[in-house]
């Protein structure tokens, strides 16, 4: 007579079953994923008891265990997808379940079930409290930071032009790019807008980008065309603020916003020549002065916690400035 495995024996697994405390395990892991210590517990039982049980409805492939660290976890076997809940085992389980709550035991193991599984997510609650200084350390870094910037961009809306003005290699862009339908490049160097094209290939789907060769007092953008412009360690180059600051109000749309990043004044006397810079950092009451001549409210200013830190030439290779950044932002008025 050929030998079958236990689980495709009907009569093996109607024996399985037919025990009144395998059918309480059943009913208890149809609820939760559960350890075998927190079954025993919900079942109030030895652990040794529960887990002859246990030896014999995994034999009857009707139930599954998983391993993580020193911890055993069970699951009923037919939500593992690969069986389809069609095997013999999970058809005859499916048939018996609903009476299962007619057992004696069954309201008191639900009861001990459920303080279980709070004791378990209070646990879980005070781990949390207890790493959260280091959880930093603990958790794996997302390297590049698309993950949460693609979700903050799914969460806004997305119909808005926007250019970066003086845009060198795209740093800006690359940060608007998932925020926005269409963005403005504009920088005087052709060889920094290619490369700013470059870096920004892939673009996010449904953004479009387009590079203008151009100044900032005579800016390559129609009249209304931006939704918001940014100005990136730009307004330090230039001769004269007042100009490039009635080009941006032209540009934004009434009610259109800039938002500028620029060098507090410093005194790296070296970056006239190293890094082609006009002014050693800016005056932030000069650019709000230019902003509300050229017609800006709302004008905010704020320091950056970030540092900008060109190489010292001449240096040793980690020798660098440690430069204090701010940011001022401010409104075209909406049309009254
Ligand atoms: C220091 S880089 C900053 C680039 C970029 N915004 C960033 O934050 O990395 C300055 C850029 O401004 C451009 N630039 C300087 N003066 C300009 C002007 N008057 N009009 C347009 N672009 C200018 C330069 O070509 C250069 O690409």
């Known amino acids: 007579m050929a030998v079958i495995a236990k689980s ?3 009569a093996e697994v109607l ?18 994923e559960l350890t075998v210590g927190e079954l025993a517990r919900a079942l109030e039982m030895a652990q040794s008891r529960v887990s002859n049980h246990l030896r014999v409805l ?60 709070a004791e378990r997510s209070a646990r879980s609650g005070e781990f949390f409290d207890r790493v959260a200084g280091e959880w930093d ?33 795209g740093w800006f862009a690359r940060a608007l790019a998932p925020l926005c339908d269409r963005i403005v490049l504009v920088d005087r160097s052709q060889g920094m807008l290619d490369e700013a094209c470059r870096k920004l290939d892939p673009l ?18 129609a009249d209304e065309e931006l939704d918001g412009a940014v100005a990136g360690l730009v307004l330090h180059h230039l001769a004269d603020l007042a100009g490039p600051a009635r080009e941006i109000f032209r540009a934004l749309k009434p009610g259109g916003r800039v938002a500028i990043v620029e060098l507090s004044p410093h005194g790296e006397a070296w970056m006239h020549e190293s890094l082609g810079d006009r ?37 040793d290779a980690d020798a660098r400035a440690a430069l204090p950044l701010y940011l001022v932002r401010a409104r075209r008025p909406a049309r009254a």
Do not use: M
């Open 137 to 169: 350390k603990i958790a794996v870094d997302f390297a590049t930071g698309q993950a949460r910037q693609r979700a903050a961009a799914a969460l806004l809306p997305r119909e808005s032009v926007v250019a970066d003005l003086g845009c060198g290699t």
């Open 279 to 315: 002014n050693l950092g800016l005056d932030p009451r000069d650019v709000l002065r230019a902003l509300e001549r050229a017609g800006f409210v709302d004008h905010t200013l704020e320091s950056l916690e970030d540092r900008y830190r060109p190489r010292i030439p001449g240096g």
């Open 15 to 32: 024996k399985v079953l037919g025990d009144p405390t395998r059918l309480r395990i059943l009913g208890l892991v149809e609820r939760a």
């Open 204 to 221: 996010p789907a449904g953004t479009r980008v387009e590079a203008r060769r151009g100044e900032l007092d005579a800016l390559p953008i």
């Open 8 to 10: 495709q024996d009907p």
């Open 58 to 117: 995994r034999d009857a492939d009707l139930l599954q265990e998983r391993h993580t660290g020193r911890a055993t976890w069970l699951r009923l076997a037919e939500l593992d997808p690969a069986s389809n809940g069609d095997s013999l085992p999970a058809r005859l389980w499916s048939a018996v379940r609903a009476d299962v709550p007619a057992l004696p035991e069954h309201r008191a193991d639900v009861a001990r079930l459920e303080r279980v599984l």
